[in-house]
């Protein structure tokens, strides 16, 4: 299988994450990609059919999830990725903001459920917020891998992880995360970066996680333009599309006020939003 790539720029290695305290980041901070969303390109890994947490098919690989059935009715489940690297512990020291819980807050208002790709050192460095997130019944938690390094390169200049690392990857991850007290979690993965390859399918399948990818990549990351970033979700969305955004004051400035626009309108245009294990009931 090709590597898959199809998040926008991530640069400087990670992506950063979700739900704390206010104030902006030091001069470490990556330098914006662009002012734009970037677009998805036109080859998308296959919808899983198999159901999540159960074994992997015949292939012997975890199954991958784009998007709901294609009948599927006028539903769109929007994710956030609450992206932090293993290594990024002194730029939160320092003041730097790897969570947006005002992001959090606005999803609550306007009971918008959602699923939280979270990793391991994220819960780690938010725990409040992280069991917040992972018991309220608006919201579940799947796993973003514990480091958000890459399982595979290249990946947008993540470091790679070692292939007999990734299964102590996800069961760290899980770990950190259910040890905040978080109660809905679920059997997802989402590989930083969203780069896969067939090894690494492999290796996910022990864990009996269903790898959850999109059809619609917001470009949110690194984006000033909230209404660009609003327009390429609105363009893209279709009956059953599975949205990747992101939770990250510092990496991902604009997302809540694209979701402010994206809601409403989507509301209008007849949709209603649902979780990932929603989606995947049809």
């Not at 996680?209 to 984006?223: E, H, K, R, Y």
Request: hydrophobic share 40%; net charge positive.
């Amino acid at each position: 299988m090709t590597t898959m790539t199809v998040l926008g720029a991530v640069l400087g290695g990670a992506l950063v994450g979700c739900a704390g305290t206010s104030g902006d980041a030091p001069g470490d901070r990556p330098a914006a990609a662009s002012t734009t969303p970037s677009r998805a390109p036109s080859s998308a890994p296959p919808a899983a059919t198999t159901p999540s947490g159960i074994a992997p098919g015949p292939t012997g690989l975890a199954p991958v999830l784009t998007r709901g059935p294609k009948n599927a009715a006028k539903v769109v489940a929007l994710t956030f990725d609450a992206d932090m690297t293993a290594d990024e512990g002194p730029r939160a020291a320092a003041g730097e903001h790897f969570d947006n819980p005002e992001l959090i807050a606005l999803l609550r208002r306007l009971k918008v459920p959602a699923t939280v790709f979270m990793t391991g050192r994220w819960a780690e460095e938010y725990p409040s917020q992280a069991r917040s997130i992972g018991t309220d019944p608006l919201f579940e938690i799947g796993n973003h891998s514990y480091s958000h390094y890459a399982f595979t390169s290249p990946c947008y200049g993540l470091p790679t992880m070692k292939k007999d690392a990734i299964r102590g990857e996800v069961e760290r991850a899980f770990g950190a995360i259910r040890k905040t007290g978080a109660r809905n979690v679920v059997p997802y993965f989402r590989f930083p970066g969203g780069c896969y390859d067939d090894a690494s399918l492999r290796t996910l399948a022990a864990e009996k996680v269903t790898a959850v990818q999109w059809d619609v990549v917001s470009g949110d990351a690194f984006a000033t333009d909230a209404d660009a970033v609003a327009e390429q979700v609105l363009d893209g969305v279709k009956p059953g599309s599975l949205v990747v955004m992101h939770c990250t004051r510092s990496a991902a400035p604009v997302t809540g006020q694209a979701v402010s626009r994206v809601v409403p309108e989507l509301r209008r245009r007849g949709y209603r939003f649902v979780k990932v294990s929603d989606l995947k009931r049809g």
